[in-house]
């Protein structure tokens, strides 16, 4: 894994961040903390993808991020969780999976 896709990965953490912050920010600090995650998740966003192919960045980033956003939302503000959510949360995780394994290094800008 390349310093560019663990950029992905923290910027969908950082959206993680400020999702959640959109949706139960009530205070000065939790929509300051908001807006940091909003300016990281993009910055390593859009700096990864000066090297990586936009298409599989843009699913891997949206891929993790809904991902997340169910489990934190499960966790963290005790939203419900169906088997069924599970079942389609697991062929989007299959789906980021298979785009990421076709990949070749041709794909990445040097």
Known sequence: MTKEWLKVIFA??????????LA???TVLEWVLTAIGVVVSFYLLTSSVK???IGTVYAVFAGLG????IIVGVVFFGESISP???VFMGTLLLGIIGLKLIETDKDEVK
């Not at 809904?66 to 956003?69: D, F, K, Q, R």
Request: proline letters at 4%; zero cysteines; aromatic letters at 8%.
């Open 12 to 21: 969908s953490l950082f959206e993680l961040v400020w999702v959640s912050g």
């Open 84 to 86: 069924l959510k599970i």
């Open 51 to 53: 090297k990586l192919p």
């Open 24 to 26: 139960h920010a009530s």
């Open 66 to 69: 809904s991902i997340g956003s």
